[in-house]
């Protein structure tokens, strides 16, 4: 156990610790959403990532975005990597630097706990929740966050069976409400709250900790 992880363990408990760091997280998208989520898990105990995007830190993106301004031009999984092992050096972090598609989605989080969706394009979203739909790895999504102000409307919902929905569900990222850092970084860190809480509940209910 790394000095960051008996850091953890004293909030969570070692053998809860244990019992996180043995999942497997999936994040879909490491802009806003993806990547503040995946720095509050690593915080939180989990360890162990698989994470994809095709995209470049750009300045555009500092605003929001779990990015440094010397990180601009190099690859979001890559960066994302880095800090994530900046918390936890032992963290085990996949990266897939590509664009998702319904013919890689399913094989890229065989083997994951967990998917957090973490997009930007509503049809990508859509394809994330129809793959994931049936609740067999839990998976939370996310919708509306865009603008500022009434961050109380981002609210967790369980959808169904193993699937939550975070957002006020209206509010769009556009030119009217710009992706900005609370509001973005709200709906991050409710939905890293679902996956955190979701099995903080199953390992005490199944005595783990």
Same mark, same amino acid.
């Given at each position: 156990?790394?000095?960051?992880?008996?850091?953890?363990?004293?909030?969570?408990?070692?053998?809860?610790?244990?019992?996180?760091?043995?999942?497997?997280?999936?994040?879909?998208?490491?802009?806003?959403?993806?990547?503040?989520?995946?720095?509050?898990?690593?915080?939180?105990?989990?360890?162990?990532?698989?994470?994809?995007?095709?995209?470049?830190?750009?300045?555009?993106?500092?605003?929001?975005?779990?990015?440094?301004?010397?990180?601009?031009?190099?690859?979001?999984?890559?960066?994302?990597?880095?800090?994530?092992?900046?918390?936890? %050096?032992? #963290?085990?972090?996949? $990266?897939?630097?590509?664009?998702?598609?319904? *013919?890689? !989605?399913?094989? +890229?989080?065989? @083997?994951?706990?967990?998917?957090?969706?973490?997009?930007?394009? %509503?049809? #990508?979203?859509?394809? $994330?929740?129809?793959?994931?739909?049936?609740? *067999?790895? !839990?998976?939370? +999504?996310?919708? @509306?966050?865009?603008?500022?102000?009434?961050?109380?409307?981002?609210?967790?919902?369980?959808?169904?069976?193993?699937?939550?929905?975070?957002?006020?569900?209206?509010?769009?990222?556009?030119?009217?409400?710009?992706?900005?850092?609370?509001?973005?970084?709200?709906?991050?860190?409710?939905?890293?709250?679902?996956?955190?809480?979701?099995?903080?509940?199953?390992?005490?209910?199944?005595?783990?900790?």
């Amino acid at each position: 156990m790394n000095l960051a992880e008996r850091g953890m363990a004293e909030h969570l408990g070692p053998e809860r610790l244990a019992r996180l760091q043995a999942l497997t997280v999936g994040v879909a998208g490491a802009g806003g959403l993806g990547s503040n989520c995946a720095m509050h898990l690593v915080r939180s105990g989990f360890r162990r990532f698989v994470i994809a995007d095709f995209d470049v830190v750009e300045p555009s993106n500092l605003n929001r975005q779990a990015y440094r301004l010397d990180q601009v031009g190099l690859p979001k999984v890559d960066a994302l990597a880095a800090n994530l092992r900046q918390v936890n %050096p032992d #963290a085990e972090v996949e $990266v897939h630097r590509l664009r998702l598609a319904p *013919e890689n !989605l399913r094989d +890229l989080f065989a @083997g994951c706990d967990a998917v957090v969706e973490a997009l930007d394009d %509503p049809a #990508a979203k859509a394809m $994330v929740a129809e793959t994931f739909w049936s609740g *067999e790895v !839990l998976l939370v +999504l996310a919708s @509306g966050m865009g603008g500022a102000g009434d961050a109380d409307a981002l609210v967790t919902r369980r959808v169904r069976e193993g699937v939550w929905l975070v957002g006020d569900g209206e509010t769009p990222c556009d030119a009217g409400h710009p992706p900005l850092s609370p509001r973005v970084g709200v709906a991050a860190a409710k939905q890293a709250d679902v996956v955190l809480s979701h099995f903080l509940n199953r390992i005490d209910n199944e005595g783990g900790a």
